[in-house]
C-alpha cells in the first residue's frame, strides 16, 4: 500500500499520550493515527448512511423530481 508522509502539529500534551498510547499497544504513533482515522471515517460514513434510512421516504407528494424542476422554473 502506497503512503504518503505527512507532517502535523499537536500539543504536547496530545504527543505525551500518543506516545504512552503506543507504547502500551506496542505499535507505532503513526499507525495508532491512520487507526483514528479509519475510525473517523466509518462513523462519518455510518452517519450519513443512517440520515439516509431515517429520511427515506419522507416526501410523500409524488415525483420529487417533477416537484423540484416545476420549483426552479418559478425562479425564472
Do not use: Y
Not at 505527512?6 to 503513526?30: F, N
Not at 450519513?48 to 425562479?75: K, M, N, P, V
Amino acid at each position: 500500500m502506497l503512503m504518503i508522509r505527512t507532517v502535523i502539529s499537536i500539543e504536547p500534551d496530545e504527543k505525551s499520550w500518543l506516545e504512552r498510547r503506543a507504547k502500551s499497544a506496542g505499535v507505532p504513533m503513526s499507525e495508532l493515527v491512520r487507526e483514528a482515522i479509519r475510525r473517523m471515517r466509518r462513523q462519518e460514513d455510518a452517519s450519513f448512511d443512517r440520515l439516509l434510512e431515517e429520511t427515506s421516504g419522507l416526501w410523500t407528494e409524488g415525483d420529487g423530481l417533477d416537484f423540484q424542476r416545476r420549483s426552479r422554473a418559478e425562479w425564472r
